[in-house]
């Protein structure tokens, strides 16, 4: 079974930076994406890539501000945030897929996420 861990939320004010990794245990998947859920919203899509040649896709609220990449090297997904809004708040999780989907119900391992509070 696969094991995610995520690191590297916290508090930042509006405008600031952070980086989320995402650590997997092992890499038999193709695909890692993050996804996030706020307070009393469902769970959605944010980004995602795929292991081998680097693809990425985004969510359309998080384009140019977020960049998804990885390392193969370390099993490893990073998420770099920039231009932190108060919207963009919420628990982030990285999870694995071997398709190329968006839905969070394609996805098979899940990490326990790590909350990201953006003050303004």
């Known amino acids: 079974q696969v094991q995610l861990i995520e690191s590297g939320g916290g508090l930042v004010q509006a405008g600031g930076s952070l980086r989320l990794s995402c650590v997997a245990s092992e890499r038999s998947f193709y695909y890692m994406g993050w996804f996030r859920q706020a307070p009393g919203k469902e769970r959605e899509f944010v980004a995602r890539?795929?292991?081998?040649?680097?693809?990425?896709n985004y969510a359309d609220s998080v384009k140019g501000r977020f960049t998804i990449s990885r390392d193969n090297a370390k099993n490893t997904v990073y998420l770099q945030m920039n231009s932190l809004e108060p919207e963009d708040t919420a628990v982030y999780y990285c999870?694995?897929?071997?398709?190329?989907?968006?839905?969070?119900?394609?996805?098979?391992?899940w990490g326990q996420g790590t909350q990201v509070t953006v003050s303004s």
């Open positions: 890539i795929n292991w081998s040649v680097g693809r990425t």
């Open positions: 999870a694995s897929t071997n398709v190329p989907t968006t839905n969070r119900a394609g996805y098979d391992y």
